[in-house]
């Protein structure tokens, strides 16, 4: 192993600005009251979390055209910038059965005036990227969806969108279920597929690591898929951790360690540069406490990587031995020989 020494800030450190509220779910609505309740308190809260860069902002929660024009000011007041705004396209009666797939015609239209108006949002900000993630896009039903003119539908909303504001990022987040039992867009896979029909320089791919896991992936192939071999479509990251078979939103660190470390490691190999933002929901913890053992999991993982012999793990990565990989991540992890 190399000296020790501190790891160089290859990326901005973001969190979904949800992870400083009060976290709600479908037991107890109000939230379990450990976070903030105003969105200038969740800010607040953010500004104390040590090494977060940004925030992410969902439009409608936390921006709309009444506060468009303060939000730059409330951030940098507070050392933070936008990580990426995310079109609401799954709270609301009206996209109950999808947005810019949906069978109706009408709701299409309104699902496309939705992502441009946040897309708007994102120029008005310094063209900061934008999620699409069509939780709602999908079907619960065998008997229930028309598969291809759904395809069409998704690949025509979103080349209209991006053809929209060009200079905007616009970044497809996929997912294999919730709140549909199956979403359309449900693997890195399928999203390349998708990015690929549309055919834009500005769309690219959101990776979810828990989306991934919860999907049956492993998120450090997913990224492969997504960025390697010159594609170079992954566009940003978000950062969880769950057990496997349900998108948990944990603690960074908390469950799959070794497969966190890999993820980075690929992260540096594919050389991405953008953000690693948190989707973390500490429903009954401290979201600052929360936010802050996720970073700390993840800069201690990025020293494993600096200290370590980078021809050694492209090594046992090239002899495919499995005893050897795991006493490598282990050697990695806990020292010893």
């Known amino acids: 192993m190399k000296e020790k020494k501190v790891s160089e800030k290859r990326y901005k450190l973001g969190a979904c600005l949800p992870v400083f509220g009060s976290c709600a779910d479908r037991y107890c609505l109000s939230g379990y009251g450990r976070g903030a309740k105003t969105l200038e308190g969740m800010l607040d809260m953010a500004a104390k ?6 925030v992410e902002l969902v439009g409608n929660w936390h ?3 009444k506060n468009i024009s303060k939000m730059p000011k409330e951030l940098t007041d507070r050392g933070l910038e936008a990580s990426m705004l995310t079109a609401d396209l799954w709270t609301q009666e009206k996209w109950a059965k999808g947005s810019l ?3 109706d015609a009408k709701t299409r239209t309104m699902a496309l005036e939705e992502c441009k108006k ?4 994102a120029e008005a900000m310094g063209n900061v990227a934008v999620d699409l993630w069509f939780g709602q896009d999908g079907y619960d039903y065998p008997l229930q969806a028309d598969y291809e003119s759904s395809w069409t539908w998704l690949v025509d909303g979103i080349k209209l969108s991006a053809e929209y504001k060009p200079t905007v990022p616009v970044c497809i987040e996929y997912k294999l279920k919730e709140p549909r039992t199956h979403i359309f867009i449900n693997s890195a896979a399928k999203t390349l597929l998708l990015i690929d029909a549309v055919n834009m320089e500005n769309v690219g791919a959101l ?3 828990g989306h991934a ?3 049956g992936e492993n998120p450090a192939e997913a990224a492969a898929l997504l960025q390697g071999n010159g ?4 566009f940003y990251v978000h950062v969880n951790d769950n057990y496997g078979f349900w998108d948990d939103d944990m603690i960074v660190g908390s469950i799959r360690i070794v497969e966190l470390l890999e993820f980075l490691y690929w992260l540096r190999r594919l050389d991405y540069t953008g953000w690693l933002t948190l989707d973390v929901f500490p429903y009954r913890e401290d ?3 929360a936010a802050q053992e996720s970073f700390n999991w993840i800069s201690d993982l990025l020293n494993v990587l600096d200290q370590a012999s980078q021809e050694e793990i492209e090594r046992v990565i090239k002899a495919s031995d499995g005893v050897e990989s795991v006493r490598l991540a282990r050697r990695l992890l806990v020292g010893g020989k």
């Open 49 to 54: 979390c040590p090494g977060l860069d940004g």
């Open 118 to 121: 946040v897309i708007s949002w």
């Open 213 to 215: 896991m919860a999907a």
């Open 287 to 289: 979201g600052l406490a």
């Open 63 to 65: 921006i709309n055209d």
């Open 207 to 209: 990776l979810d690591t």
């Open 231 to 234: 594609r170079k479509r992954l």
């Open 101 to 103: 797939a949906a069978p």
